[in-house]
Protein backbone atom coordinates (compact mmCIF):
# COMPACT_ATOMS: atom_id res chain seq x y z
CA UNK A 1 0.00 0.00 0.00
CA UNK A 2 1.30 3.01 -0.86
CA UNK A 3 2.12 5.92 1.90
CA UNK A 4 -0.24 8.90 1.37
CA UNK A 5 1.18 12.64 2.35
CA UNK A 6 -0.43 15.94 1.92
CA UNK A 7 1.64 18.93 1.51
CA UNK A 8 1.23 22.32 3.21
CA UNK A 9 2.91 24.83 1.58
CA UNK A 10 1.50 28.97 0.51
CA UNK A 11 4.28 29.08 -2.51
CA UNK A 12 2.59 28.16 -5.29
CA UNK A 13 5.56 26.54 -7.52
CA UNK A 14 7.31 24.68 -4.91
CA UNK A 15 3.86 23.32 -3.95
CA UNK A 16 3.72 21.90 -7.32
CA UNK A 17 6.94 20.84 -7.48
CA UNK A 18 6.84 19.00 -4.24
CA UNK A 19 3.97 17.04 -5.79
CA UNK A 20 5.56 16.28 -8.75
CA UNK A 21 8.37 15.03 -6.65
CA UNK A 22 5.71 12.60 -4.98
CA UNK A 23 3.98 11.26 -8.04
CA UNK A 24 7.85 10.23 -9.26
CA UNK A 25 7.93 7.64 -6.56
CA UNK A 26 5.61 4.27 -7.08
CA UNK A 27 5.43 3.69 -3.26
CA UNK A 28 3.97 7.17 -2.40
CA UNK A 29 1.09 9.41 -2.99
CA UNK A 30 -0.05 12.76 -2.77
CA UNK A 31 -3.27 12.71 -1.61
CA UNK A 32 -3.82 16.43 -0.99
CA UNK A 33 -1.68 20.29 -1.16
CA UNK A 34 -2.96 23.38 0.17
CA UNK A 35 -1.88 26.72 0.95
CA UNK A 36 -2.50 27.04 3.96
CA UNK A 37 -3.24 25.70 7.49
CA UNK A 38 -6.61 26.76 7.68
CA UNK A 39 -7.28 25.21 4.38
CA UNK A 40 -4.84 22.37 4.92
CA UNK A 41 -6.55 21.11 9.04
CA UNK A 42 -9.84 20.24 8.24
CA UNK A 43 -8.92 18.15 5.52
CA UNK A 44 -5.83 16.14 7.22
CA UNK A 45 -8.01 15.54 10.17
CA UNK A 46 -10.61 13.89 7.32
CA UNK A 47 -8.31 12.36 4.97
CA UNK A 48 -5.92 11.25 7.61
CA UNK A 49 -2.92 11.06 5.77
CA UNK A 50 0.15 8.58 6.70
CA UNK A 51 3.12 11.48 6.46
CA UNK A 52 2.39 16.09 6.68
CA UNK A 53 5.05 17.59 4.60
CA UNK A 54 4.77 21.30 6.27
CA UNK A 55 6.13 24.93 6.00
CA UNK A 56 6.60 26.93 9.10
CA UNK A 57 6.00 30.40 7.32
CA UNK A 58 2.10 30.18 6.27
CA UNK A 59 -0.33 33.32 5.67
CA UNK A 60 -2.00 32.93 8.84
CA UNK A 61 -1.94 30.22 11.48
CA UNK A 62 1.34 29.57 11.51
CA UNK A 63 2.68 25.73 10.41
CA UNK A 64 4.33 24.93 13.95
CA UNK A 65 0.79 25.72 15.26
CA UNK A 66 -0.73 23.38 12.85
CA UNK A 67 1.50 20.94 13.84
CA UNK A 68 -0.01 20.95 17.73
CA UNK A 69 -3.69 20.63 16.30
CA UNK A 70 -2.88 17.88 13.86
CA UNK A 71 -0.93 16.23 17.34
CA UNK A 72 -3.92 16.91 19.37
CA UNK A 73 -6.28 14.92 17.64
CA UNK A 74 -4.49 12.40 15.39
CA UNK A 75 -1.12 11.92 17.48
CA UNK A 76 0.23 8.80 15.01
CA UNK A 77 0.53 11.16 12.56
CA UNK A 78 4.26 11.46 11.25
CA UNK A 79 5.23 15.24 10.04
CA UNK A 80 7.99 16.66 8.29
CA UNK A 81 8.64 20.31 8.45
CA UNK A 82 10.29 21.47 4.89
CA UNK A 83 11.66 24.97 5.62
CA UNK A 84 13.68 27.57 4.41
CA UNK A 85 14.34 28.52 8.24
CA UNK A 86 17.29 27.16 9.95
CA UNK A 87 17.55 28.90 13.16
CA UNK A 88 17.35 26.99 16.31
CA UNK A 89 14.15 28.48 17.54
CA UNK A 90 11.88 27.54 15.28
CA UNK A 91 13.63 24.19 14.88
CA UNK A 92 12.61 23.37 18.66
CA UNK A 93 9.48 25.01 18.32
CA UNK A 94 8.62 22.32 15.46
CA UNK A 95 10.08 19.51 17.11
CA UNK A 96 8.47 20.26 20.63
CA UNK A 97 5.06 20.65 18.75
CA UNK A 98 5.25 17.47 17.44
CA UNK A 99 7.34 17.26 14.40
CA UNK A 100 9.23 14.24 13.67
CA UNK A 101 11.84 15.39 10.93
CA UNK A 102 13.29 18.76 9.61
CA UNK A 103 14.41 19.53 6.45
CA UNK A 104 15.33 22.59 4.86
CA UNK A 105 13.72 23.47 0.93
CA UNK A 106 17.07 23.16 -1.34
CA UNK A 107 18.03 19.38 -0.15
CA UNK A 108 17.77 17.04 -3.76
CA UNK A 109 14.11 15.80 -4.25
CA UNK A 110 15.76 11.82 -3.78
CA UNK A 111 16.24 13.32 -0.07
CA UNK A 112 12.64 14.35 0.12
CA UNK A 113 11.56 10.86 -0.75
CA UNK A 114 13.82 8.98 1.25
CA UNK A 115 12.32 11.01 4.12
CA UNK A 116 8.44 10.28 3.89
CA UNK A 117 9.64 6.82 3.85
CA UNK A 118 12.35 7.10 6.87
CA UNK A 119 9.27 8.89 9.17
CA UNK A 120 6.47 6.59 8.11
CA UNK A 121 8.89 3.54 9.49
CA UNK A 122 10.08 4.96 12.30
CA UNK A 123 12.86 7.22 12.06
CA UNK A 124 13.40 11.07 12.27
CA UNK A 125 14.75 12.47 9.03
CA UNK A 126 17.15 15.66 9.38
CA UNK A 127 18.98 17.78 7.15
CA UNK A 128 22.89 16.78 8.57
CA UNK A 129 23.40 20.79 9.84
CA UNK A 130 19.41 21.07 11.31
CA UNK A 131 20.75 17.51 13.41
CA UNK A 132 23.97 19.73 14.29
CA UNK A 133 22.44 22.02 15.69
CA UNK A 134 20.02 20.09 18.18
CA UNK A 135 23.59 18.02 19.04
CA UNK A 136 24.74 21.53 19.83
CA UNK A 137 21.63 22.69 22.08
CA UNK A 138 21.93 19.76 24.21
CA UNK A 139 25.59 20.14 24.95
CA UNK A 140 24.63 21.10 28.05
CA UNK A 141 22.18 18.48 28.85
CA UNK A 142 24.89 14.93 28.25
CA UNK A 143 24.02 11.66 30.29
CA UNK A 144 26.05 10.70 33.19
CA UNK A 145 28.83 8.80 32.30
CA UNK A 146 27.35 5.52 34.11
CA UNK A 147 24.47 6.13 31.16
CA UNK A 148 27.11 6.47 28.72
CA UNK A 149 29.24 3.60 29.17
CA UNK A 150 25.59 1.24 29.39
CA UNK A 151 25.25 1.69 25.23
CA UNK A 152 27.06 -1.23 23.53
CA UNK A 153 29.64 0.29 20.79
CA UNK A 154 26.91 -0.54 17.85
CA UNK A 155 24.42 1.58 19.91
CA UNK A 156 27.03 4.43 19.85
CA UNK A 157 27.91 3.28 15.81
CA UNK A 158 24.25 4.18 15.28
CA UNK A 159 23.62 7.04 16.85
CA UNK A 160 26.59 8.74 15.57
CA UNK A 161 25.57 7.79 12.10
CA UNK A 162 22.34 9.47 13.03
CA UNK A 163 23.38 12.22 13.98
CA UNK A 164 25.18 13.35 10.46
CA UNK A 165 21.88 13.14 9.40
CA UNK A 166 21.39 9.89 7.49
CA UNK A 167 18.48 8.22 7.48
CA UNK A 168 17.65 4.72 8.78
CA UNK A 169 17.93 3.17 5.49
CA UNK A 170 21.40 5.08 5.08
CA UNK A 171 22.46 3.67 8.15
CA UNK A 172 21.35 0.32 7.61
CA UNK A 173 23.53 0.08 4.63
CA UNK A 174 26.85 1.36 5.46
CA UNK A 175 26.45 -1.39 8.89
CA UNK A 176 25.45 -3.73 6.46
CA UNK A 177 22.10 -4.41 9.34
CA UNK A 178 18.39 -4.12 8.66
CA UNK A 179 16.18 -1.64 9.28
CA UNK A 180 14.71 -2.87 11.81
CA UNK A 181 17.93 -3.49 13.35
CA UNK A 182 18.35 0.08 13.41
CA UNK A 183 15.24 1.15 14.95
CA UNK A 184 15.98 -1.84 17.73
CA UNK A 185 18.84 -0.21 18.71
CA UNK A 186 17.94 3.55 18.98
CA UNK A 187 14.65 2.46 20.95
CA UNK A 188 17.68 0.66 23.42
CA UNK A 189 19.44 3.46 23.60
CA UNK A 190 16.31 6.33 24.78
CA UNK A 191 15.42 3.64 27.27
CA UNK A 192 19.34 3.46 28.77
CA UNK A 193 19.27 6.85 28.50
CA UNK A 194 15.92 7.65 29.31
CA UNK A 195 15.40 10.22 27.22
CA UNK A 196 11.92 10.39 24.98
CA UNK A 197 13.11 10.10 21.36
CA UNK A 198 16.00 9.83 19.23
CA UNK A 199 16.52 13.59 18.66
CA UNK A 200 17.28 13.69 22.45
CA UNK A 201 19.58 10.27 22.78
CA UNK A 202 22.16 11.43 19.97
CA UNK A 203 22.31 14.71 21.50
CA UNK A 204 23.15 13.56 24.73
CA UNK A 205 25.19 10.75 23.78
CA UNK A 206 27.22 13.50 21.20
CA UNK A 207 27.74 16.06 24.50
CA UNK A 208 29.64 13.18 25.85
CA UNK A 209 32.29 12.54 23.04
Do not use: W
Not at 15 to 29: F, H, N, P, Y
Not at 42 to 62: F, G
Not at 149 to 176: C, F, H, M
Request: glycine fraction near 6%; aromatic fraction near 2%.
Amino acid sequence: MKKSVIIVEDDKGLREQLVKIIKGASDITCIGAFPSAEDALPEVLARKPDVVLMDIQLPRMSGIDCVAEIKKVMPATQIIMVTVYEDSERIFRALKAGAKGYLVKSGPPSRLLEAIRDVHSGGSPMSSHIARKVVDHFQALGPSRTQTEDLSPREREVLDLLATGLLYKEIAGQLNISITTVRTHIINVCEKLHVRNRVEAVAKLQSKL
